[in-house]
């Protein structure tokens, strides 16, 4: 089997075959549904960034809101 690379914001792993492909819909090994985004649980830092923007958009929202 050859290799496979694609970026992490396209790598799903495989909860019941333990495989990571890179479709977000089913496993192309098993055929499973059950997947997680490794992008979710690798890429903190973007994670964080996001976070703190939602974080500051809501505050700015109540403030104008008053």
């Known amino acids: 089997m050859k290799p496979q690379h694609f970026p992490l914001t ?12 890179n479709s977000s819909r089913s496993c ?3 055929g499973s549904r059950s997947l997680l985004s490794l992008a979710n649980v ?3 830092e973007s ?3 996001y976070g703190t923007e939602k974080a ?11």
């Open 28 to 30: 192309a090994c098993c």
């Open 47 to 49: 994670l964080d960034d």
């Open 10 to 21: 396209v790598s799903y792993f495989c909860q019941d075959c333990k495989e990571v492909g």
């Open 56 to 66: 500051l958009y809501e505050i700015e929202k109540q403030e104008t809101m008053k």
């Open 42 to 44: 690798l890429n903190r």
